[in-house]
């Protein structure tokens, strides 16, 4: 069984930096980790992915060049971290496994799947 758990959040200021931690157990396919988050009354999305076949990462343009996803194999830890931040980075960030990588015309992205399993969440609040 795959189990997911977060630490890292918390309120920082705009312009402030924070690193969130994942500890990973349990996750053999080895597919696709990253971190999601949602804010109130929006859906969820990705925020950074490591998706295994290609070695590719992903970013959306909201995050790309402030946010860097990395993971330590020898821990079984995924890290997100994140510099820079705006007020509308703020949402409850969650940690990700067997996420999938899609293909939307020329655009490729990264999405949850029926399979994917959650962390528990981590809030990150940027006040301006």
């Known amino acids: 069984r795959v189990h997911l758990v977060e630490s890292g959040g918390g309120s920082v200021q705009a312009g402030d930096s924070l690193k969130l931690s994942c500890v990973v157990s349990?996750?053999?396919?080895?597919?696709?980790v990253g971190w999601f988050r949602q804010a109130p009354g929006k859906e969820r999305e990705a925020v950074a992915a490591i998706v295994t076949q290609g070695r590719r990462t992903y970013y959306p343009d909201s995050v790309r060049g402030r946010f860097t996803i990395s993971m330590d194999n020898t821990k079984n830890t995924l890290y997100l971290q994140m510099t820079s931040l705006k007020p509308e980075d703020t949402a409850m960030y969650y940690c990700?496994?067997?996420?999938?990588?899609?293909?939307?015309?020329?655009?490729?992205?990264?999405?949850?799947?029926?399979?994917?399993?959650w962390g528990q969440g981590t809030q990150v609040t940027v006040s301006s």
């Open positions: 990700a496994a067997d996420c999938v990588g899609a293909v939307s015309g020329s655009w490729w992205y990264v999405r949850s799947s029926e399979t994917t399993s």
């Open positions: 349990g996750y053999t396919e080895d597919n696709c």
